[in-house]
């Protein structure tokens, strides 16, 4: 990708169990997001996080950031079948049109 | 929420032919769009950023004379891929921030994708 790895590359779980899905990138940003595409679609965009927060709650959804280590996890908790898609961190720099650069992506498989 | 749509949202063309894909905000006006992107279980990659009114800034590796991107206005860009050949082949998605607000700070609302298969 042009920013980063994500990790797993693919992940299967069961309903109801807790998805988490890692980010790491290269560069300073000002913010990281963590987006859902559905096989064939466009994006969602699910959660913001600013370089000065390090936590961020929204509905089932649980972000972290770690600046140090230039390093995001995505917790979904309580899954569902259709949460079955692919999420992929974005940063966005504090320079050069502030653009959004994409991770490779986890692919998440929800078993119901 | 912010709309982006899409047109085509697929498109089958001959080698050797050019094809426009458009990219339009709803409900919003953008100052910026941006295309993007993404070969089959693949991230997407940023092709170029597209500012209203002036030209694109295009990524390292992406030859501006075959992707022509102009943004006329603040609700449409298009992008042309000229004398498409197979392996430009791909899913293209296009998004666009809002013209209001800390540029920063602003999320992007993406379009639905175009198909692109080039025979």
């Known amino acids: 990708s042009q920013q980063g790895e994500e990790d797993p590359q693919a992940l299967s779980i069961q309903e109801g169990e807790n998805a988490t899905m890692n980010c790491s990138y290269k560069?300073?940003?000002?913010?990281l997001q963590w987006y859902r595409q559905n096989s064939g679609r466009g994006l969602v965009h699910l959660i913001l996080?600013?370089?000065?927060?390090r936590e961020k709650h929204s509905g089932r959804l649980r972000v972290t950031l770690d600046t140090s280590k230039k390093s995001s996890s995505l917790l979904i908790t309580a899954s569902r079948a259709a949460d079955t898609a692919s999420y992929f961190c974005?940063?966005?720099?504090?320079?050069?049109?502030?653009?959004?650069?994409f991770g490779a992506g986890t692919r998440l498989f929800v078993k119901a | 929420g912010a709309v982006v749509s899409q047109h085509p949202s697929w498109v089958i063309c001959k080698s050797g032919t050019s094809v426009k894909i458009e990219c339009r905000s709803l409900?919003?006006?953008?100052?910026?769009m941006f295309w993007y992107r993404q070969f089959p279980k693949q991230s997407l990659m940023l092709m170029a950023t597209s500012n209203e009114g002036s030209k694109a800034t295009y990524e390292q590796g992406v030859e501006k004379d075959k992707f022509l991107i102009n943004h006329a206005s603040l609700t449409l860009s298009t992008l042309t891929v000229t004398s498409a050949h197979p392996e430009d082949s791909s899913f293209y998605i296009c998004s666009a921030r809002s013209a209001s607000g800390s540029e920063v700070l602003k999320v992007q609302y993406f379009g639905p994708g175009t198909r692109l298969t080039v025979t």
């Open positions: 560069t300073s940003i000002n913010n």
């Open positions: 996080i600013r370089s000065n927060e």
């Open positions: 409900d919003f006006q953008a100052t910026t």
């Open positions: 974005a940063t966005v720099g504090n320079t050069g049109g502030f653009k959004t650069i």
